[in-house]
Every structure is written in C-alpha cells, then in structure tokens.
C-alpha cells in the first residue's frame, strides 16, 4: 500500500477524527447500557401508573408513540449521516474533497440543508401520471423500511418488538416495498419509470430467493428465527488452548459462514437497488428509473427508504454474521452501531468500485450462481450438523 | 467443473484487485484545491492582466502598433511651458475586452529594467459591464484600475 503524504491540514483532521472517535467512545461508555436504562424508566412508569391508577392501555399507546418516533429520528438521522458519510467517501475515492463548505467542518451540514431544500421544492405531478398511485407510491415504498426497524435488535433489550419470528418478518416485510417502486413505475405514466419499475420488480424478486436461503444455515444453527437469541449465540470467543482466537461471529464458522455471509451481502446490496446491481434506477440508462418523475418531498421518501434499507441490511448483516452487539469495553448498542457502519463502508465500496452489471447477467448470476450456491451451502451446513 | 471453478476464482480475484484500486485512492490526498481559501501558484510566465507603469512610460507608441487587436490607445503628454510633447504620457487606456493576454505589447516595450506594460499574475478578476474593461492610467489624475487584492495563502501544485 502506498503510505499517504499529509500536509498540516489533513493532519489536523485526522486529529480532529482522532478526537471525535475518543470522544465517541467515551461518551457511550459514560450513557453505557441504554436499553437497561430505558427498562428502568418503564419501571418507574409502571409503578406510578399503578399507584395513580392511570389505565396501562394508556401507557402502553405512549410507550408505542415513543418508540416509534425514536425509530424515525433514528432512522432519518441515520440516513442523513449515511448520505453525507456516502458523498465523503465516493468523493475520496476519486481523489475529489466531496462537500466541504455547509457547516464548516467538512460540510457535515450539507445533507440537512438539502433535506429542507427537497422539503420546500415544488411537488409536481405529471399530465400522464394517475394522481393515487403516483401519491401513494413513496408512502408504499417507506413504510415497510420503517416496519421493518422494528424487530432490529439495536443491542441488548433495544428492540421495540422480539418477535419470535423476527428474521421472516424482516424479509416478508421489506418484500413488500417493491409494490411501492413498481406502482411508482407505473404511476408515473413515463417509459423510463414503468421500465425501471418492471426491472426493480424483476431483480428483488429473484434475489430475495437467495438471501433468504442464504441465511437457513444460520437458522439451522441456532435452530431459531428470533433475532436477539441469533445475537446471543454469537458472543464470545473459540479459544485455542485457553487463548481466545476468533469471536463466535457466524462469519468465522469455517467455509459455510463465508459462503453465506458473501451471499447475504451481494443479494442484500442487490435487493437495496445500490450500484452494481442499480438497473431498477440506471441514470445512464433509464433517466432515474422509478422516481424520474418525483420531485421535493416524494423523491425524498424514496431517497430515505433506499438508506433505511440500507442501514436495515447492514444491521441485519450484523446480527446474522458479525455477532450483533457483541463486544469488549464500549457498551452493545455502540458496538452495534460500529458493525452496522462498517458494512455501510462495504456498500458504498462496492458502489464507487463496480460498474452496473446487464439485465440479463444480473439475472444469470442470481438464478445461475447464488441461488445453487446456496443450496449447496445448506446442504454442507446439515453435512456438518450430521456429523 | 475445473473452468467453472477457475472462472470463479478469476471474478473473485479481480473483484477484489478493483476494490484494492479504490481503498488506496481513498487514502491518498485529495488534489482538490478549495479555490477562494487556497490558491495555485500560477506559473513563471502566467500571462494575467495588464499593469501599467505610468511614470516610466515614454509615450514610444511600440505596444499601440505590436498589439494584434488594437485595445492599447495613448496619449502623450505636452509640456504645458514650451507645449511641444515630451517622453512622457498624458493617458494610457487598455480595453480588455480585445485583450488577447498575448504579451507581445510587453515585448515591445523599450523601457528597461521593468517594462511598462506587463502582465501581472492576476487572474481574478470580473467586470459586471462592458465599460469596466475599459482601463485607463492618467499621469495627471489617479489611475481607473481596480484595486486587486494580491492572491494570498497560495497552495504549491
């Protein structure tokens, strides 16, 4: 590797990340173990509606009310980080510098300034388009992102439903929102849009297939589909003579674990519609795909719902592979946090590294090479559990 | 099934090469120059705009004839006692709006050690109307051209 050659300047601001990552760090080890605190202030809450004989129905509904607007905030928030996190490293990839000037620092404002932008933009809707369809399109495709966030363990007891079957609710769920790029496809009443439409529909489909079966060794495993027992299974470490060697991470198990974390990655980077696999959205191609016709406001929920779907993905890669929040020190949420962000980094690497493959190799690859791969991986996986 | 495998390894390796591509480009510095903060040192013989010395002129008319578009006019000046004309000018205009930055007026010049006429390494510069590129020295009178902030905090290439 060529070693870099920093002036003062770029000294100065790898200090200034120095800085922020100690700060971080620090910061959540001081907060330590949110979900215990939030359990704590349920307590509190429980006990003094009893006392005053408020109605738990009530405390229930706020509780819910709460949750969920914590799960927006994260998630906008997220995505607001991950847009700017994206034009940085796109932009150092190129040897560019990338938004430099909102905010002052590195222009870390630059996402918030465009998302008021985007929210006072004209909202147009085409002469051709059919008014519902096209209105509803961006609802269709967001909301499932959002469902889905809610049986995302984020850490110990930071999950506002543990649902027995969380993983094939995460998958039925995020299915979903392809009827969203599709009706926005059609909806718009614009070649472009109905033929990234019919492509988007195509590619998620297929690769649901092998993400979905790329993760039944995991299951077979753990012999569970809730996801906080698939995190918990994962901590601690395979020691070699007393010396602790590799993390318990479904990653490290031997030939399956790679199999399927490499499948899980690709079809995951393919099902959030990202580079190598953006034909859904090809601008060389198709304009914008889908959302050629969107503007302001819906163009924005479809920007949210592709890095919420995003971040989904590479929290879900976290709990499956990378052991959740599993860590030493720094308490799980952060821990999680840091996992999740580091396969955001793979995402974006892919995305400024490969070129768009062709419809019909796209469709080769799934059907031809991920979808018996898998399979294969499945049946090394019961080989394994046999003997 | 021994192609297959080979083609597999050949994706999977050059995958892997054009990743590696990226990660060392991230690391390495950024060529961008932050125009208004810092600057690039122009080079030895940049050709920005014209300065114009208005005391050592001598009225010679060289840079009026070597220049190609016709943008230099003068004027000399008259001595006010015997009113016959003297090596000195009376007013001095550059119209750059047929400037070429050509610098041949600069090659013309006779005066020595410092031409008259030169370019300066001044590029940043905007007019808002078309007299504006009319710039003009009084030998008598301050001069019209603009006050150019020297470029400061230059960046080496």
């Not at chain 1, 079966?213 to 077979?220: A, D, E, G």
């Given at each position: 590797m060529i070693l870099p050659v920093w002036n003062e300047s770029q000294k100065r601001s790898a200090l200034i990340l120095f800085g922020i990552a100690s700060a971080g760090a620090g910061i959540s080890i001081a907060i330590g173990e949110i979900g215990a605190r939030f359990s704590k202030i349920w307590q509190c809450l429980s006990s003094f509606a009893l006392k005053n004989s408020i109605p738990t129905a009530l405390l229930t509904t706020l509780s819910m009310i709460i949750q969920c607007s914590i799960l927006i905030g994260f998630i906008s928030g997220a995505v607001m980080f991950m847009v700017w996190w994206e034009r940085k490293v796109s932009a150092h990839m190129q040897n560019r510098l990338g938004p430099m000037f909102t905010g002052g620092w590195h222009g870390w404002a630059q996402t918030i300034a465009d998302a008021i932008k985007l929210l006072l933009k004209e909202d147009i809707i085409p002469a051709e388009a059919k008014p519902w369809v096209h209105r509803l399109a961006p609802i269709v495709a967001f909301v499932p992102a959002f469902l889905c966030y809610a049986a995302l363990p984020f850490g110990e007891g930071l999950i506002s439903?543990?649902?027995?079957?969380?993983?094939?609710?995460?998958?039925?769920?995020?299915?979903?929102?392809?009827?969203?790029i599709v009706m926005a496809g059609w909806g718009s009443g614009n070649k472009y849009s109905l033929l990234g439409g019919l492509r988007s529909a195509a590619q998620s489909v297929s690769y649901e297939?092998?993400?979905?079966?790329?993760?039944?060794?995991?299951?077979?495993m753990v012999g569970s589909l809730k996801l906080t027992s698939i995190a918990n299974v994962q901590t601690g470490f395979w020691r070699l003579a007393g010396i602790p060697l590799l993390p318990r991470w479904f990653i490290f198990y031997p030939i399956v674990g790679q199999i399927a974390f490499l499948i899980f990655l690709i079809s995951s980077v393919a099902e959030t519609n990202r580079t190598p696999f953006d034909i859904a959205e090809a601008e060389s191609e198709l304009v914008a795909g889908f959302h050629t016709e969107y503007s302001g406001m819906k163009f924005s929920f479809f920007f949210l719902a592709e890095y919420a779907y995003v971040f989904l993905s590479s929290g879900l890669t976290t709990v499956l592979f990378l052991g959740g929040g599993s860590g030493p020190v720094l308490p799980s949420w952060s821990w999680f946090l840091l996992k999740s962000f580091a396969v955001v980094f793979l995402f974006l690497w892919f995305r400024w590294t490969f070129p768009r493959l062709r419809v019909d190799r796209l469709m080769e690859f799934t059907w031809k090479f991920l979808l018996p791969w898998s399979f294969i991986n499945i049946l090394i996986t019961g080989f394994i559990l046999l003997f | 099934m021994l192609?297959?495998?080979?083609?597999?390894?050949?994706?999977?390796?050059?995958?892997?090469?054009?990743?590696?591509?990226t990660w060392k480009s991230f690391w390495q510095p950024s060529i961008t120059v932050q125009f208004p903060d810092e600057k690039l040192i122009t080079p030895e013989r940049f050709r920005g705009a014209l300065t114009f010395d208005k005391e050592t002129c001598t009225a010679c008319n060289l840079c009026v004839k070597a220049c190609p578009t016709a943008c230099i006019s003068l004027e000399p000046a008259v001595d006010p006692a015997t009113k016959k004309r003297i090596a000195k000018v009376s007013w001095y205009q550059i119209d750059f709006g047929k400037c070429n930055y050509c610098r041949l007026c600069e090659e013309a010049c006779p005066t020595k050690p410092i031409k008259s006429v030169r370019h300066t390494h001044q590029y940043e510069w905007g007019m808002l109307e078309r007299k504006e590129m009319f710039v003009k020295w009084e030998r008598m009178s301050p001069s019209t051209e603009p006050s150019t902030s020297g470029s400061t905090n230059m960046k080496p290439i």
């Open positions: 439903a543990d649902l027995d079957i969380g993983i094939l609710y995460i998958f039925a769920i995020s299915g979903l929102s392809v009827l969203g297939i092998p993400r979905v079966l790329s993760v039944v060794p995991i299951l077979m | 192609n297959y495998f080979k083609t597999i390894y050949k994706v999977g390796k050059s995958l892997i090469q054009g990743m590696l591509v």
